[in-house]
């Protein structure tokens, strides 16, 4: 299939979940299905960050990025 997939911050591991996109636009995507709202993206984790990996946050998030 077409499935798309992210990483995220569950507690101090990476937790993959498929998500749906909608839109793209100037550099932004639009998230249809399967992130909850405040919930912590992990960036850039190419093939070096797998399921259930334990994880250190390096920086906190900033309001608008």
């Known amino acids: 299939g077409n499935e798309t ?3 995220i911050v569950d507690g101090t591991k990476a937790k ?3 998500i749906r ?8 995507v639009e998230v249809l299905t399967g ?5 912590r993206l ?3 984790t ?3 960050v797998g399921d259930g990996d334990t994880i ?5 998030p900033t309001e608008g990025s």
Not at 21 to 28: A, H, V
Not at 35 to 39: A, H, N, P, Q, T
Not at 56 to 60: G, L
Request: charged share 30%.
């Open 5 to 7: 997939f992210t990483r």
């Open 46 to 48: 190419s093939r070096f």
């Open 56 to 60: 250190t946050v390096q920086s906190q």
């Open 42 to 44: 992990i960036e850039r």
């Open 16 to 18: 993959k979940v498929s």
């Open 35 to 39: 992130l909850k709202e405040g919930v």
């Open 21 to 28: 996109l909608g839109m793209r636009q100037k550099g932004f």
